[in-house]
């Protein structure tokens, strides 16, 4: 399996922190973002080679980044590609979507694919995901509980059957049919991945990588493992004080 970082965002939100650092680099305790997701993937032991796809802007800063800690342990086991989408400002950005394909079409991936948002500090083990996403042979995208409706509103929000198929998804909906939103983590079987460019040259949404879960589970199984441990979504500057002040106390 091989695996795609998104860290092509530009996270204006996030300024000044983020005027000329990317998100993913940001530190959160000891380390950076980015190094939290590398763990899960050591973890797994299946991913063999990580994909970081970023933007013209931030493209240097993490080719430094991996040039400096490829010999570390958390870089030891991993190949990695830095990959520019062209893009310099966020009015320009191809999207989630759009640079996951962006991926794929440029280096011609033909391999399970795991893909990963870079702003997500998780820390639980996802070898259970790997487990259905086997035992299932399909593919499966990762599912959160929430009890905030507010939070519900403002992210994509999954309905499941008996056996955590996905048989609804939306983006953003005003009235959630479940409590349970996707953060962006996904497993796709290599039979999947043609699948990007049918969505992006039909013309659907580039950006929310949800969408791409609305549009494919009407195609084919889909399936969600509900991951019930916190994690850290670093979407806005408070947000990114708070998880850093609860790791400093931790």
């Known amino acids: 399996m091989q695996a795609i970082v998104l860290a092509a965002g530009y996270a204006t939100r996030l300024y000044p ?18 190094e939290y ?31 400096a800690h490829k010999t570390t342990d958390i870089c030891t086991n991993l190949e990695f ?23 794929l079409s440029h280096r011609k ?14 820390t639980s083990s996802f070898k259970s995901m790997v487990n259905l996403f086997n035992e299932k042979n399909a593919d499966v995208v990762l599912a959160h509980p929430v009890e905030s409706l507010e939070k519900l509103k403002r992210s994509g929000v999954m309905t499941l059957d008996q056996n955590q198929r996905v048989i609804g998804f939306e983006e953003k909906p005003p009235n959630p049919k479940s409590n349970l939103m996707g953060p962006a ?3 796709y ?4 991945l043609p699948l990007f460019d049918r969505y992006i040259t ?36 408070d947000a990114y004080h708070r998880v850093c002040e609860k790791f400093k106390n931790n």
Not at 39 to 64: A, G, P, S
Not at 109 to 122: K, Q, R, T, W, Y
Not at 206 to 229: I, R
């Open 37 to 67: 997701l590398l763990e899960r993937f050591n973890e797994l032991q299946i991913i063999h080679k990580v994909y970081i796809i970023t933007n013209d802007k931030f493209y240097e800063i993490f080719l430094n980044w991996v040039s």
């Open 202 to 237: 039909e013309g659907n949404q580039p950006d929310a990588p949800g969408n791409f879960t609305a549009w494919l589970h009407m195609k084919k199984q889909v399936y969600a493992h509900v991951m019930k441990e916190q994690y850290f979504d670093i979407g806005t500057l």
């Open 185 to 187: 983590f996904y497993m």
């Open 17 to 34: 922190l983020t005027k000329d650092r990317p998100k993913p680099l940001l530190k959160v305790g000891e380390k950076t973002i980015l």
């Open 109 to 122: 991936i033909e391999d399970d694919l795991l893909v990963a948002a870079g702003d997500n500090v998780f």
């Open 81 to 103: 590609d830095v990959i520019n989408d062209g893009t310099k400002n966020n009015e320009n950005r191809l999207g989630a979507i759009g640079d996951i394909q962006f991926v």
């Open 189 to 192: 079987k290599k039979s999947t």
